[in-house]
């Protein structure tokens, strides 16, 4: 049963830390998506790549926040440094590469930054 | 750009009774269009989906038709349960000339279904 894995599930850091975030896709799925979300903003993506390379992080902090996909087995996210309103819920996906097909979640990791 | 609008929050229903959740959308091209659902404490799963104009996705008596005339993408039940209590998220993919293979997502409705 292919699933995405996602670590930690849940992480508690102080305002100013560095925080990553990793991610597994399903093997053989060439897209993978970055996800927050929180009560205020519903569900935001912050960034996507396929076949490794990064199509789009206009969603993303370039400030603080960053995206990398250092082979096909791995996804991170990381901030640096982090903030109390960075305090949400990651999700990652993955998706086959075919747009009609469904993107596959994780169970997300819960940040909450003090 | 392409939105989705979903009907506002929480939906309370009693056990065995009908539901529908709204969605419509907004798209320059021909998208796919899909249901996700989101227990407590989990990430989204795919409920239905819909590839073109006048099809049906279904799924666990969930039910959901692809109207282009109306741009909607109504969310229906016949008679549900308590384990149908959840998130509920429309969304579409553009198919359009960007090709991005990016879903859009409405903002959820939350269900809750009492015994």
């Known amino acids: 049963d292919a699933r995405v894995t996602q670590t930690p599930r849940h992480k508690v850091t102080e305002m100013g830390q560095e925080v990553t975030m990793r991610c597994q896709p399903i093997?053989?799925?060439?897209?993978v998506f970055w996800y927050r979300q929180t009560m205020m903003q519903g569900l935001e993506l912050l960034a996507y790549?396929?076949?490794?390379?990064?199509?789009?992080d206009s969603g993303m902090p370039k400030d603080r926040f960053s995206a990398e996909m250092p082979d096909a087995t791995l996804a991170t996210l990381k901030i640096q440094p982090s903030e109390p309103r960075d305090s949400a819920v990651y999700f990652c996906?993955?998706?086959?590469?075919?747009?009609?097909?469904?993107?596959?979640f994780g169970p997300g990791t819960r940040l909450t930054v003090l | 750009g392409d939105s989705v609008t979903q009907m506002e929050g929480p939906v309370t229903l009693s056990e065995e009774a009908f539901l529908t959740i709204n969605c419509t959308y907004t798209?320059?091209?021909?998208?796919?269009l899909f249901w996700y659902v989101q227990y407590p404490g989990e990430g989204l799963q795919l409920l239905l989906k819909?590839?073109?104009?006048?099809d049906k996705g279904s799924n666990k008596g969930f039910e959901a038709t692809y109207r282009k005339e109306t741009t909607s993408f109504h969310l229906e039940k016949g008679s549900v349960q308590v384990s149908d209590s959840a998130v509920y998220f429309c969304?579409?993919?553009?198919?359009?000339?960007?090709?991005?293979?990016?879903?859009?997502f409405g903002q959820g409705t939350t269900l809750q279904v009492k015994p």
């Open positions: 819909a590839t073109k104009a006048d």
């Open positions: 996906a993955s998706g086959p590469g075919d747009l009609r097909n469904e993107q596959f």
């Open positions: 093997l053989g799925h060439n897209t």
């Open positions: 969304a579409l993919s553009d198919e359009g000339s960007s090709n991005t293979g990016k879903l859009i």
């Open positions: 798209a320059t091209g021909y998208p796919s």
């Open positions: 790549f396929r076949n490794r390379a990064p199509l789009d």
